[in-house]
């Protein structure tokens, strides 16, 4: 079931913008050989996801890149809240399909919300309050119509009609993590103590406070991830939080990762 969030107590460190939503670079001791950018929470903010393609491609095609191709992690919660949200599963898909980068899409705790409502329509009302709505209408479903006297089970039938197959494929196949160098990547975080093959999917989709509350929440990787809104990205030594809660703030937020440096990127 979905679970509500809150905006942890902790406060995130202050950053000062540079030029076209882009922060000064920071030396920091992890490294990553490839140029990877992560991108944080989408949430149906097409126009966003597609600004900050726009920039990262830009700022890509002026970069040197050292081991191959730039990789581009789409950190899950694509859907949801804001009204694109089939839009910004087609947009990734084609993401996929350009060669001046490598994609990874990780599946965000709302995706699972929208695989399982498609399977059992008795999610649908913890869904619905939590943003499934804009999903649903954004794939054509007229949700009072649909609703009106055969209820969740409606509901479901006419989204079961309304999503591509091909949507369907590319959410399923999402993975739960990624690492690159010194970097590992998933939507919530992982917990603490526990290695990485012997994690729960619930943990790396949902987890919060232990996460958040941990020195070092996966010793000898830096952890970024989204999930957890935040005013302005968390960066820290041991983990990265990058979820500014776009489709509330309008700001989508990346950050590139080269060498021993790190980068914002915001669409504000």
């Not at 804009?134 to 794939?139: K, N, R, W």
């Amino acid at each position: 079931m979905l679970k509500s969030h809150r905006t942890p107590l902790n406060r995130p460190l202050p950053r000062r913008a540079g030029p076209s939503g882009q922060s000064p670079t920071v030396q920091v001791r992890s490294h990553v050989e490839q140029t990877v950018y992560a991108i944080g929470d989408v949430h149906g903010r097409q126009d966003l996801f597609e600004k900050l393609i726009d920039q990262i491609r830009t700022d890509a095609a002026k970069t040197e890149h050292v081991g191959g191709r730039p990789v581009v992690v789409l950190l899950g919660d694509l859907i949801d809240r804001g009204p694109q949200s089939a839009g910004c599963i087609e947009r990734a898909m084609r993401l996929a399909e350009e060669d001046w980068c490598q994609i990874e899409s990780l599946k965000g705790n709302h995706e699972e919300a929208f695989e399982l409502f498609l399977e059992d329509n008795t999610v649908g009302p913890n869904w619905m309050q939590h943003g499934g709505g804009t999903t649903l209408t954004s794939y054509g479903v007229d949700i009072n119509k649909e609703a009106g006297g055969r209820g969740w089970t409606g509901l479901q039938a006419a989204f079961q009609r309304a999503v591509p197959e091909a949507h369907r494929a590319y959410v399923k196949s999402m993975k739960l993590w990624v690492e690159f160098g010194d970097y590992l990547f998933v939507h919530a975080g992982v917990r603490p103590g526990v290695p990485i093959e012997r994690q729960s999917p619930t943990d790396l989709l949902w987890i919060r406070q232990e996460f958040l509350a941990a020195e070092v929440p996966y010793p000898g990787k830096v952890v970024v991830h989204g999930h957890t809104p935040m005013r302005q990205p968390d960066l820290r030594r041991w983990r990265i939080g990058i979820d500014t809660g776009a489709y509330a703030s309008g700001i989508l937020s990346a950050i590139r990762l080269r060498g021993f440096e790190r980068t914002l990127i915001q669409t504000a």
